[in-house]
């Protein structure tokens, strides 16, 4: 490798004696520096040690280097522009490297997220195991019914009322799956829990004559009386023969329970009386 930068005086020449033309190639990295018009030469100055091989400047532009010249002093100077080549495809190497961490980041939280949707919705079932149909009766309440079951309902699930969809059921240790393909051809799981209370839906008929509000199941049979827990129905409001989502458990009392929301979106809590 050649020095650089190098300042070769240029004027004043003394003649030389046993300087030798270099008959055989020269490289400097994989270019032959003594293929052109001006040789490379073979000289050992005076007190020298050994000789040397000197190239002449013509041959320094071939190399990528910048050779520069002033008349008034006579004097060159060779900048060896490799250097910055080097330095500049090293800055592009580590930017490269920066863009490669970064995409590495960005596919490991892909696949982070990945796992998490895996997780909420379930494992992927093969299609033969959907030998199940359920027809799709719309949201009630924030639900989505299938034959007559409810389940909470998630954004961007795609479904169209009335229209029926394969699925399969299962469950274990006090969990309730559903899943049923969409009109999207995915998958979609649906879970319930045996330990938390369960939505059902019931029809509200009215007023009963002792004041309370009367509750049936959808077909409108099987009338039961609840009053508001508070015992006060300010604010409360339903409308007879709607149907609305609601959910039942046994307070402490032994009493059966149902949280609803009126047709106000008021949240209200029922007790049953007997």
């Known amino acids: 490798m050649l020095s650089a930068p190098a300042a070769l005086a240029a004027g004043g020449y ?158 274990g240790m006090g969990q309730s799956y559903l899943t049923v393909i969409n009109n999207l051809s995915e998958q979609v799981t649906f879970q319930k829990s045996s330990y938390m209370l369960v939505p059902i839906c019931v029809k509200y008929v009215g007023k009963t004559t002792d004041g309370l509000y009367g509750f049936s199941d959808e077909a409108g049979t099987g009338i039961k009386k609840y009053q508001i827990v508070d015992s006060s129905d300010t604010g409360v409001s339903f409308t007879e023969g709607r149907v609305y989502v609601t959910i039942t458990g046994i307070n402490e009392n032994g009493q059966r329970t149902m949280i609803s929301l009126n047709s106000n979106g008021v949240g209200v809590t029922l007790k049953e009386v007997s």
Not at 150 to 157: T, V
């Open 14 to 171: 003394i003649p030389l004696t046993n300087v030798y033309k270099a008959d055989r190639p020269v490289y400097d990295g994989s270019y032959n520096v003594n293929d052109g018009l001006y040789p490379v030469l073979n000289y050992k100055p005076d007190g020298a040690a050994y000789p040397y091989l000197y190239i002449p400047l013509a041959m320094f532009r071939k190399l990528g280097m910048t050779v520069t010249f002033d008349d008034k002093t006579n004097i060159a100077k060779v900048t060896d522009g490799r250097e910055k080549t080097i330095s500049d495809q090293q800055a592009a190497i580590n930017t490269l490297k920066e863009q490669v961490t970064l995409k590495d980041a960005e596919i490991g939280q892909s696949n982070d997220r990945i796992r998490a949707l895996q997780a909420e919705f379930g494992r992927y079932r093969a299609a033969s195991e959907f030998n199940e149909i359920v027809v799709y009766q719309g949201m009630v309440d924030g639900y989505m019914k299938f034959s007559g079951g409810y389940w909470y309902a998630r954004a961007a699930d795609s479904f169209t009322e009335g229209r029926g969809y394969r699925a399969m059921s299962d469950g």
